[in-house]
């Protein structure tokens, strides 16, 4: 986020003190608290081990990250009594999900095998040295069934 901070400082700096403040209050999350940017809201539910031992932060310590939230953090399913043996979380966290969080957002479309090759032929990430995607299809291809890949790929997103 310091970037956008920087962009901040930079339109205030030149006299655009209207779009800096749309910028922070609009565009951006907000508040801040150790140099993490902090939201409105937090859920969290949490993976219950079955176990209580060293290096399990306990529901304390993920509330004290719930109380960062502006108006509103807390957990989905989780019963911090009971944590970290807590298996009901996750038959409680399906019932409370959608009755707590109303907002939806629409599922993106399936991204078409095409734009993943175009992806896979500029992407940075490497393993050995070469790019990783370039891996996977090299081997589908060498494999003879990069084309069985492709095809199934097309039928799933449709």
């Known amino acids: 986020m310091d970037h956008l901070d920087d962009a901040e400082s930079t339109l205030h ?4 003190e209207e779009i800096a ?10 508040g801040v608290f150790e140099d993490t940017w902090t939201y409105e809201e937090l859920y969290l ?8 031992s060293a290096g399990i932060a306990d529901a304390d310590r993920w509330r004290s990250v719930l109380d960062r939230a502006e108006r509103r953090g807390e957990f ?33 479309s399936p991204l078409p095998i095409e734009r993943f090759e175009q992806f896979a ?19 589908l291809h060498s494999a003879g069934v990069l084309n069985t890949f492709r095809q199934s790929v097309h039928q799933a997103s449709r």
């Open 45 to 52: 539910t949490l993976f219950s081990p079955g176990v209580d």
């Open 121 to 139: 032929r500029r992407a940075p990430v490497s393993v050995r040295g070469e790019n990783e995607c370039r891996v996977v299809l090299s081997a």
């Open 76 to 108: 989905l399913g989780v019963d911090p009594t009971e944590f970290p043996v807590d298996f009901g979380s996750y038959v409680r966290y399906n019932a409370e999900f959608p009755d707590t969080i109303s907002a939806r957002q629409p599922l993106l």
């Open 21 to 30: 403040d749309q910028l922070r209050n609009e565009k951006l999350p907000t």
């Open 13 to 16: 700096d030149a006299g655009h």
